[in-house]
Protein backbone atom coordinates (compact mmCIF):
# COMPACT_ATOMS: atom_id res chain seq x y z
CA UNK A 1 0.00 0.00 0.00
CA UNK A 2 2.88 2.41 0.54
CA UNK A 3 4.19 2.13 -2.89
CA UNK A 4 0.68 2.96 -4.12
CA UNK A 5 0.31 6.11 -2.05
CA UNK A 6 3.42 7.40 -3.23
CA UNK A 7 3.10 6.83 -6.82
CA UNK A 8 -0.61 8.64 -6.27
CA UNK A 9 1.35 11.81 -4.52
CA UNK A 10 3.64 11.96 -7.48
CA UNK A 11 2.38 11.07 -10.34
CA UNK A 12 -1.13 10.58 -10.02
CA UNK A 13 -1.00 7.00 -11.20
CA UNK A 14 -4.13 6.25 -8.61
CA UNK A 15 -8.01 8.84 -9.52
CA UNK A 16 -14.05 11.57 -10.85
CA UNK A 17 -17.03 12.15 -14.82
CA UNK A 18 -18.67 9.88 -16.34
CA UNK A 19 -15.82 8.26 -14.55
CA UNK A 20 -12.98 8.94 -17.17
CA UNK A 21 -15.42 9.11 -20.10
CA UNK A 22 -13.64 10.61 -22.74
CA UNK A 23 -15.34 13.70 -23.94
CA UNK A 24 -13.68 13.33 -27.43
CA UNK A 25 -15.94 10.89 -28.45
CA UNK A 26 -19.38 13.35 -27.87
CA UNK A 27 -19.78 13.58 -31.91
CA UNK A 28 -18.53 10.19 -33.04
CA UNK A 29 -21.97 8.62 -34.13
CA UNK A 30 -20.16 4.95 -34.26
CA UNK A 31 -18.77 4.64 -30.88
CA UNK A 32 -21.92 2.72 -29.69
CA UNK A 33 -21.69 4.27 -25.79
CA UNK A 34 -22.08 7.74 -26.48
CA UNK A 35 -25.22 7.67 -25.15
CA UNK A 36 -23.31 7.80 -21.62
CA UNK A 37 -22.07 11.40 -22.93
CA UNK A 38 -25.74 12.74 -24.04
CA UNK A 39 -28.54 10.14 -22.63
CA UNK A 40 -30.79 11.81 -26.27
CA UNK A 41 -27.75 10.30 -28.55
CA UNK A 42 -29.34 6.84 -29.86
CA UNK A 43 -26.29 4.49 -31.07
CA UNK A 44 -26.36 3.68 -35.44
CA UNK A 45 -26.66 0.04 -34.61
CA UNK A 46 -28.17 -2.16 -31.69
CA UNK A 47 -25.04 -3.49 -30.50
CA UNK A 48 -24.43 -5.99 -27.59
CA UNK A 49 -20.64 -6.71 -25.27
CA UNK A 50 -19.55 -8.31 -22.83
CA UNK A 51 -16.47 -6.45 -20.61
CA UNK A 52 -15.21 -4.51 -23.33
CA UNK A 53 -17.68 -1.84 -24.13
CA UNK A 54 -15.95 0.88 -22.58
CA UNK A 55 -12.95 0.60 -20.42
CA UNK A 56 -11.85 3.51 -19.72
CA UNK A 57 -9.13 5.33 -17.65
CA UNK A 58 -8.33 8.76 -16.95
CA UNK A 59 -5.48 11.16 -15.07
CA UNK A 60 -5.82 14.79 -14.26
CA UNK A 61 -4.12 17.04 -12.60
CA UNK A 62 -2.92 21.46 -12.68
CA UNK A 63 0.97 20.09 -11.92
CA UNK A 64 3.31 17.70 -13.19
CA UNK A 65 6.00 15.30 -12.34
CA UNK A 66 8.53 18.27 -13.96
CA UNK A 67 6.70 19.85 -11.00
CA UNK A 68 8.31 17.78 -8.06
CA UNK A 69 11.70 16.20 -9.84
CA UNK A 70 14.00 17.54 -11.44
CA UNK A 71 17.26 16.95 -13.21
CA UNK A 72 20.72 17.17 -11.42
CA UNK A 73 23.92 15.67 -12.35
CA UNK A 74 22.07 13.98 -15.49
CA UNK A 75 19.96 12.19 -12.99
CA UNK A 76 16.65 13.31 -11.04
CA UNK A 77 16.04 14.55 -7.80
CA UNK A 78 13.15 15.26 -5.87
CA UNK A 79 12.03 19.29 -4.92
CA UNK A 80 13.31 19.05 -1.17
CA UNK A 81 16.90 18.95 -2.54
CA UNK A 82 18.57 22.02 -1.74
CA UNK A 83 20.21 22.73 -5.35
CA UNK A 84 16.51 23.09 -6.02
CA UNK A 85 15.42 26.86 -5.58
CA UNK A 86 12.44 27.16 -3.46
CA UNK A 87 10.88 30.44 -6.17
CA UNK A 88 11.87 27.72 -8.85
CA UNK A 89 9.32 25.04 -7.12
CA UNK A 90 6.78 27.14 -5.62
CA UNK A 91 6.45 29.10 -8.58
CA UNK A 92 5.08 25.97 -10.42
CA UNK A 93 2.24 25.33 -7.99
CA UNK A 94 -0.96 26.26 -7.94
CA UNK A 95 -3.47 27.41 -4.80
CA UNK A 96 -4.67 24.41 -5.00
CA UNK A 97 -3.04 21.11 -6.31
CA UNK A 98 -5.21 18.97 -7.95
CA UNK A 99 -4.24 14.60 -8.39
CA UNK A 100 -6.63 12.53 -9.51
CA UNK A 101 -7.71 9.16 -11.10
CA UNK A 102 -10.52 7.85 -12.85
CA UNK A 103 -11.33 4.70 -13.85
CA UNK A 104 -14.42 3.01 -15.66
CA UNK A 105 -15.40 -0.43 -16.83
CA UNK A 106 -18.55 -1.54 -18.44
CA UNK A 107 -19.66 -4.60 -17.52
CA UNK A 108 -22.88 -5.66 -19.77
CA UNK A 109 -23.75 -3.11 -22.01
CA UNK A 110 -26.93 -3.94 -24.89
CA UNK A 111 -28.78 -0.99 -27.09
CA UNK A 112 -31.53 -2.27 -29.25
CA UNK A 113 -33.66 -0.28 -31.63
CA UNK A 114 -37.34 -0.73 -31.32
CA UNK A 115 -40.51 1.36 -32.71
CA UNK A 116 -40.11 4.15 -30.70
CA UNK A 117 -36.91 4.43 -29.85
CA UNK A 118 -33.58 3.32 -28.59
CA UNK A 119 -32.93 1.54 -25.29
CA UNK A 120 -30.06 0.72 -23.49
CA UNK A 121 -28.96 -1.42 -20.55
CA UNK A 122 -25.71 -1.04 -19.01
CA UNK A 123 -24.06 -2.97 -15.83
CA UNK A 124 -20.30 -0.53 -14.92
CA UNK A 125 -18.31 -0.33 -12.16
CA UNK A 126 -16.84 3.24 -11.74
CA UNK A 127 -13.86 4.15 -9.58
CA UNK A 128 -12.39 7.58 -8.96
CA UNK A 129 -9.86 8.86 -6.47
CA UNK A 130 -8.36 12.70 -6.29
CA UNK A 131 -6.00 14.40 -4.32
CA UNK A 132 -6.02 18.42 -3.12
CA UNK A 133 -2.76 19.34 -1.95
CA UNK A 134 -2.12 23.53 -0.72
CA UNK A 135 0.53 25.50 -1.54
CA UNK A 136 1.03 26.27 1.72
CA UNK A 137 1.80 22.11 2.69
CA UNK A 138 4.62 22.33 0.17
CA UNK A 139 6.07 26.03 1.36
CA UNK A 140 6.16 24.17 5.12
CA UNK A 141 7.74 21.10 3.56
CA UNK A 142 10.16 22.84 1.36
CA UNK A 143 11.09 26.15 3.62
CA UNK A 144 10.74 24.54 7.42
CA UNK A 145 12.54 27.28 9.71
CA UNK A 146 12.40 30.54 7.32
CA UNK A 147 8.91 31.30 9.06
CA UNK A 148 7.63 30.16 12.77
CA UNK A 149 4.34 29.72 12.31
CA UNK A 150 2.51 28.03 8.60
CA UNK A 151 -1.34 28.49 7.76
CA UNK A 152 -2.17 24.56 5.75
CA UNK A 153 -5.99 24.76 5.03
CA UNK A 154 -8.45 22.56 3.12
CA UNK A 155 -6.29 19.75 2.64
CA UNK A 156 -7.82 16.83 1.08
CA UNK A 157 -8.05 13.01 -0.34
CA UNK A 158 -11.28 11.08 -1.39
CA UNK A 159 -12.18 8.07 -3.33
CA UNK A 160 -15.78 6.97 -4.24
CA UNK A 161 -15.98 3.33 -5.91
CA UNK A 162 -20.08 1.93 -6.71
CA UNK A 163 -21.07 -0.56 -9.51
CA UNK A 164 -24.35 0.92 -11.81
CA UNK A 165 -26.77 -0.74 -13.19
CA UNK A 166 -28.46 1.89 -15.84
CA UNK A 167 -31.41 1.62 -17.88
CA UNK A 168 -31.90 4.33 -20.65
CA UNK A 169 -34.08 5.53 -23.79
CA UNK A 170 -33.74 8.04 -26.25
CA UNK A 171 -36.58 8.85 -28.76
CA UNK A 172 -37.59 11.77 -31.34
CA UNK A 173 -40.09 14.00 -30.55
CA UNK A 174 -40.01 16.16 -33.64
CA UNK A 175 -37.57 15.56 -37.33
CA UNK A 176 -35.30 17.73 -35.13
CA UNK A 177 -35.65 17.44 -31.17
CA UNK A 178 -34.51 14.12 -29.30
CA UNK A 179 -34.78 13.31 -26.12
CA UNK A 180 -33.26 11.04 -23.69
CA UNK A 181 -33.06 9.89 -20.14
CA UNK A 182 -31.63 7.27 -18.05
CA UNK A 183 -32.28 5.67 -14.66
CA UNK A 184 -29.28 4.08 -12.16
CA UNK A 185 -29.68 1.83 -9.39
CA UNK A 186 -26.37 2.33 -7.48
CA UNK A 187 -24.23 -0.18 -4.63
CA UNK A 188 -21.35 1.13 -3.20
CA UNK A 189 -18.51 -0.55 -2.96
CA UNK A 190 -15.83 1.76 -1.00
CA UNK A 191 -15.80 5.48 -0.13
CA UNK A 192 -13.29 6.82 2.12
CA UNK A 193 -12.50 10.83 2.68
CA UNK A 194 -9.62 12.66 4.65
CA UNK A 195 -10.48 16.21 4.87
CA UNK A 196 -8.29 18.49 6.87
CA UNK A 197 -10.31 21.79 6.94
CA UNK A 198 -7.26 23.79 9.02
CA UNK A 199 -3.64 22.95 10.43
CA UNK A 200 -1.92 25.51 11.94
CA UNK A 201 2.22 24.60 12.39
CA UNK A 202 4.30 26.90 14.89
CA UNK A 203 7.82 26.66 15.70
CA UNK A 204 8.65 25.31 19.20
CA UNK A 205 12.25 25.04 20.68
CA UNK A 206 13.61 22.56 18.09
CA UNK A 207 10.38 20.97 17.32
CA UNK A 208 6.96 21.76 15.20
CA UNK A 209 3.61 22.11 17.45
CA UNK A 210 0.71 20.76 14.93
CA UNK A 211 -2.60 21.63 15.59
CA UNK A 212 -5.45 20.37 13.29
CA UNK A 213 -9.03 20.55 12.31
CA UNK A 214 -9.93 17.24 10.49
CA UNK A 215 -11.31 14.32 9.99
CA UNK A 216 -11.63 11.03 8.04
CA UNK A 217 -14.60 9.03 7.01
CA UNK A 218 -14.64 5.30 5.75
CA UNK A 219 -17.34 3.05 4.45
CA UNK A 220 -17.27 -0.40 2.76
CA UNK A 221 -14.30 -2.46 1.42
CA UNK A 222 -11.92 0.18 3.56
CA UNK A 223 -10.56 -0.43 6.83
CA UNK A 224 -8.93 2.11 9.60
CA UNK A 225 -6.24 0.24 11.93
CA UNK A 226 -5.53 2.19 14.95
CA UNK A 227 -1.67 1.60 16.77
CA UNK A 228 -1.61 -1.30 19.16
CA UNK A 229 -3.76 -0.18 22.42
CA UNK A 230 -4.75 3.07 21.77
CA UNK A 231 -7.14 4.43 19.18
CA UNK A 232 -4.88 6.64 17.31
CA UNK A 233 -5.19 5.62 13.37
CA UNK A 234 -2.34 4.22 12.11
CA UNK A 235 -1.85 5.61 8.69
CA UNK A 236 0.68 1.86 8.13
CA UNK A 237 -2.92 -0.27 8.77
CA UNK A 238 -5.28 1.72 6.30
CA UNK A 239 -6.43 -1.42 3.98
CA UNK A 240 -9.18 -2.97 2.42
CA UNK A 241 -10.97 -5.58 4.56
CA UNK A 242 -10.05 -9.03 3.61
CA UNK A 243 -12.82 -11.02 5.81
CA UNK A 244 -16.50 -10.42 3.93
CA UNK A 245 -18.18 -10.89 7.56
CA UNK A 246 -16.56 -7.30 8.29
CA UNK A 247 -18.60 -5.66 5.27
CA UNK A 248 -21.98 -6.32 6.41
CA UNK A 249 -24.15 -3.31 6.19
CA UNK A 250 -21.12 -1.02 5.10
CA UNK A 251 -22.36 -0.57 1.49
CA UNK A 252 -23.79 1.79 0.16
CA UNK A 253 -26.87 1.99 -1.60
CA UNK A 254 -28.09 5.22 -4.22
CA UNK A 255 -30.00 6.08 -7.33
CA UNK A 256 -29.25 8.53 -10.04
CA UNK A 257 -30.82 9.99 -13.76
CA UNK A 258 -29.08 11.20 -16.50
CA UNK A 259 -30.75 13.68 -18.67
CA UNK A 260 -30.26 15.12 -22.31
CA UNK A 261 -31.62 16.34 -25.59
CA UNK A 262 -30.68 17.26 -28.86
CA UNK A 263 -31.96 19.62 -31.25
CA UNK A 264 -31.47 20.52 -35.00
CA UNK A 265 -31.97 24.48 -35.17
CA UNK A 266 -31.46 25.10 -39.06
CA UNK A 267 -30.08 22.27 -41.39
CA UNK A 268 -26.67 21.33 -40.12
CA UNK A 269 -26.45 23.09 -37.04
CA UNK A 270 -27.25 20.58 -34.05
CA UNK A 271 -27.28 21.88 -30.10
CA UNK A 272 -27.04 19.37 -27.59
CA UNK A 273 -26.97 19.38 -23.60
CA UNK A 274 -26.90 16.38 -20.76
CA UNK A 275 -27.30 16.58 -17.11
CA UNK A 276 -25.10 13.10 -16.19
CA UNK A 277 -25.57 11.44 -12.83
CA UNK A 278 -27.72 13.28 -10.45
CA UNK A 279 -28.48 11.84 -7.43
CA UNK A 280 -27.32 10.27 -4.27
CA UNK A 281 -25.99 7.53 -2.14
CA UNK A 282 -26.55 6.50 1.32
CA UNK A 283 -23.60 4.00 3.28
CA UNK A 284 -24.07 2.23 6.02
CA UNK A 285 -21.91 0.90 8.48
CA UNK A 286 -18.74 3.26 8.27
CA UNK A 287 -15.93 4.49 10.14
CA UNK A 288 -14.95 7.98 11.64
CA UNK A 289 -12.09 9.38 13.04
CA UNK A 290 -11.13 13.14 14.01
CA UNK A 291 -8.52 15.55 15.23
CA UNK A 292 -8.72 16.15 19.24
CA UNK A 293 -8.06 19.76 20.91
CA UNK A 294 -4.78 18.90 21.66
CA UNK A 295 -1.56 20.24 19.71
CA UNK A 296 1.05 17.24 18.83
CA UNK A 297 4.99 17.62 18.10
CA UNK A 298 6.20 16.69 15.04
CA UNK A 299 10.12 16.61 13.87
CA UNK A 300 9.70 18.20 10.01
CA UNK A 301 10.66 17.23 7.20
CA UNK A 302 14.17 15.15 6.16
CA UNK A 303 16.25 17.26 3.82
CA UNK A 304 15.92 14.60 0.66
CA UNK A 305 19.53 13.86 -0.70
CA UNK A 306 20.29 14.14 -4.57
CA UNK A 307 19.90 10.88 -6.27
CA UNK A 308 23.91 10.10 -5.81
CA UNK A 309 24.77 6.89 -8.56
CA UNK A 310 27.19 5.86 -5.22
CA UNK A 311 24.54 5.67 -2.56
CA UNK A 312 21.18 3.87 -2.35
CA UNK A 313 19.30 6.94 -2.20
CA UNK A 314 16.84 6.57 -5.30
CA UNK A 315 13.76 8.57 -6.56
CA UNK A 316 12.02 5.55 -5.00
CA UNK A 317 13.63 5.72 -1.47
CA UNK A 318 13.31 9.57 -1.59
CA UNK A 319 9.37 9.33 -2.30
CA UNK A 320 9.40 6.72 0.16
CA UNK A 321 11.18 8.99 3.25
CA UNK A 322 8.76 12.04 2.17
CA UNK A 323 5.40 9.55 2.27
CA UNK A 324 6.90 8.51 5.78
CA UNK A 325 7.14 12.31 7.11
CA UNK A 326 3.72 13.06 5.77
CA UNK A 327 2.66 10.32 7.60
CA UNK A 328 3.66 11.62 11.38
CA UNK A 329 2.33 15.38 10.14
CA UNK A 330 -1.33 14.24 10.66
CA UNK A 331 -2.38 12.46 14.16
CA UNK A 332 -6.24 11.68 14.01
CA UNK A 333 -8.32 9.26 16.64
CA UNK A 334 -10.57 6.78 15.95
CA UNK A 335 -14.37 7.71 17.13
CA UNK A 336 -16.59 4.91 18.83
CA UNK A 337 -19.60 3.75 17.05
CA UNK A 338 -21.00 3.99 12.94
CA UNK A 339 -23.59 5.99 11.04
CA UNK A 340 -25.13 6.28 7.70
CA UNK A 341 -24.11 9.09 5.43
CA UNK A 342 -26.12 10.88 2.58
CA UNK A 343 -24.26 12.72 -0.25
CA UNK A 344 -24.79 13.58 -3.77
CA UNK A 345 -22.66 12.31 -6.45
CA UNK A 346 -20.42 14.27 -8.63
CA UNK A 347 -23.06 15.48 -11.26
CA UNK A 348 -21.46 17.04 -14.63
CA UNK A 349 -22.92 18.88 -17.61
CA UNK A 350 -22.23 18.83 -21.04
CA UNK A 351 -23.39 21.41 -23.58
CA UNK A 352 -22.43 20.84 -27.18
CA UNK A 353 -22.97 22.40 -30.82
CA UNK A 354 -22.49 21.13 -34.24
CA UNK A 355 -21.96 22.08 -37.70
CA UNK A 356 -21.77 19.97 -40.95
CA UNK A 357 -20.29 21.66 -43.36
CA UNK A 358 -22.70 22.73 -46.64
CA UNK A 359 -20.10 21.81 -49.18
CA UNK A 360 -19.43 18.63 -47.58
CA UNK A 361 -22.13 16.66 -45.07
CA UNK A 362 -19.22 14.60 -43.96
CA UNK A 363 -17.13 17.00 -42.22
CA UNK A 364 -18.31 18.78 -39.25
CA UNK A 365 -16.76 20.86 -36.42
CA UNK A 366 -17.90 21.00 -33.27
CA UNK A 367 -17.53 22.43 -29.22
CA UNK A 368 -17.99 20.88 -26.28
CA UNK A 369 -18.62 22.71 -22.48
CA UNK A 370 -17.84 20.18 -19.81
CA UNK A 371 -18.35 21.08 -16.26
CA UNK A 372 -17.89 18.30 -13.12
CA UNK A 373 -19.03 19.70 -10.35
CA UNK A 374 -16.75 18.74 -7.35
CA UNK A 375 -16.16 21.08 -5.14
CA UNK A 376 -12.19 21.28 -4.87
CA UNK A 377 -11.84 18.80 -7.08
CA UNK A 378 -14.48 20.27 -10.05
CA UNK A 379 -13.09 20.33 -13.24
CA UNK A 380 -14.05 22.63 -16.36
CA UNK A 381 -13.31 22.35 -20.10
CA UNK A 382 -13.99 23.70 -23.20
CA UNK A 383 -13.35 21.60 -26.64
CA UNK A 384 -13.14 22.70 -30.21
CA UNK A 385 -13.63 19.69 -32.64
CA UNK A 386 -12.82 19.24 -36.50
CA UNK A 387 -15.25 15.58 -37.25
CA UNK A 388 -15.00 13.36 -40.34
CA UNK A 389 -17.43 10.71 -41.28
CA UNK A 390 -15.84 9.78 -45.05
CA UNK A 391 -17.63 6.41 -45.17
CA UNK A 392 -19.94 4.60 -42.77
CA UNK A 393 -17.43 2.68 -41.32
CA UNK A 394 -15.14 4.88 -40.87
CA UNK A 395 -14.83 8.18 -38.45
CA UNK A 396 -12.05 9.88 -37.24
CA UNK A 397 -12.05 13.22 -34.88
CA UNK A 398 -9.54 15.41 -33.07
CA UNK A 399 -9.87 18.52 -30.96
CA UNK A 400 -8.08 21.15 -28.92
CA UNK A 401 -8.83 21.67 -25.33
CA UNK A 402 -8.66 24.04 -22.22
CA UNK A 403 -9.53 23.40 -18.83
CA UNK A 404 -8.67 24.16 -14.98
CA UNK A 405 -6.03 21.73 -15.57
CA UNK A 406 -3.93 23.22 -18.76
CA UNK A 407 -4.33 22.37 -22.49
CA UNK A 408 -4.46 19.12 -23.97
CA UNK A 409 -5.46 17.46 -27.70
CA UNK A 410 -7.37 14.71 -27.95
CA UNK A 411 -8.65 12.29 -30.57
CA UNK A 412 -11.40 9.60 -31.71
CA UNK A 413 -11.67 6.81 -34.05
CA UNK A 414 -14.19 4.44 -34.81
CA UNK A 415 -14.27 1.30 -37.18
CA UNK A 416 -18.13 0.22 -37.10
CA UNK A 417 -18.46 -2.79 -39.66
CA UNK A 418 -21.21 -4.82 -40.13
CA UNK A 419 -20.59 -7.24 -37.03
CA UNK A 420 -18.39 -5.23 -34.97
CA UNK A 421 -17.31 -1.33 -33.82
CA UNK A 422 -14.70 -1.01 -32.71
CA UNK A 423 -13.45 2.49 -30.75
CA UNK A 424 -10.61 4.08 -29.31
CA UNK A 425 -10.00 7.42 -27.90
CA UNK A 426 -7.89 10.17 -26.13
CA UNK A 427 -8.61 13.31 -24.22
CA UNK A 428 -5.04 13.95 -24.12
CA UNK A 429 -2.20 12.63 -26.55
CA UNK A 430 0.61 12.04 -24.42
CA UNK A 431 4.01 13.56 -26.11
CA UNK A 432 6.42 14.18 -22.93
CA UNK A 433 6.87 11.53 -20.77
CA UNK A 434 9.98 10.43 -18.46
CA UNK A 435 12.23 7.20 -19.24
CA UNK A 436 10.77 4.40 -16.78
CA UNK A 437 11.69 5.84 -13.07
CA UNK A 438 14.51 3.93 -10.90
CA UNK A 439 12.88 1.97 -8.17
CA UNK A 440 8.90 2.41 -9.89
CA UNK A 441 9.50 1.30 -13.24
CA UNK A 442 7.21 3.37 -14.94
CA UNK A 443 6.84 6.23 -16.86
CA UNK A 444 4.99 9.27 -16.28
CA UNK A 445 3.95 12.60 -17.90
CA UNK A 446 6.36 14.95 -17.83
CA UNK A 447 4.51 17.79 -17.70
CA UNK A 448 1.12 18.21 -16.54
CA UNK A 449 -0.64 14.98 -15.65
CA UNK A 450 -3.22 14.74 -17.57
CA UNK A 451 -3.69 11.47 -19.88
CA UNK A 452 -6.72 9.18 -20.45
CA UNK A 453 -7.72 6.37 -23.00
CA UNK A 454 -10.63 4.77 -24.07
CA UNK A 455 -11.33 1.54 -25.88
CA UNK A 456 -14.27 -0.10 -26.68
CA UNK A 457 -15.52 -3.20 -28.64
CA UNK A 458 -19.19 -4.11 -29.39
CA UNK A 459 -21.23 -6.67 -31.60
CA UNK A 460 -23.14 -4.99 -33.87
CA UNK A 461 -26.98 -6.56 -34.51
CA UNK A 462 -28.55 -4.24 -37.05
CA UNK A 463 -28.38 -1.89 -39.94
CA UNK A 464 -27.37 1.83 -39.15
CA UNK A 465 -30.77 3.72 -37.97
CA UNK A 466 -30.96 7.33 -36.44
CA UNK A 467 -33.65 8.65 -34.58
CA UNK A 468 -36.22 10.45 -36.63
CA UNK A 469 -36.10 7.95 -39.82
CA UNK A 470 -39.23 7.42 -41.35
CA UNK A 471 -39.40 3.38 -41.13
Same mark, same amino acid.
Given at each position: MKKIYLIL??????????????? @??????????? +???NPAFAGSKSYFSLGTGNISFATRSNVGISTFLYPYNGQLTTFMNGAVSSDEFLGKLHRKNIFGIDANLNLI @? &?????? +????? &???? &??????????????????NAGQKQSYDINNLGVRTRNYLELAIGHSHSITERLNVGVKVKVLLGIMNAEVNVDRMKIDMNGDKWSVNADGSIYAAGLVDVGTKAGTNQVDFERISFIEDIDDLSGGLGYGGAIDLGASYEIIDGLTVSAALLDLGLMSWGKSVTARTDNTPWEFDGFDNIAINDPESENTIDSQLDALGEDLKKLLIMYKEDGTGRKSEMLTATLNIGAEYKMPFYKKLSAGFLYSNRFAKAYSKYEGRFFVNIHPVKWFEFSTNHGISNHGSMWGAALSFDFPGISIFLGTDNILCNVTPPLEGIGISVPYGQANFSVDFGLTFNLSKIRHLGDRR
Open positions: FFTTALCLAGFAQTN @SAYFTEGYKLR +HQL @S &VGAWGK +HGFTT &VDLN &VKSSTALNLPRDLFDFMK
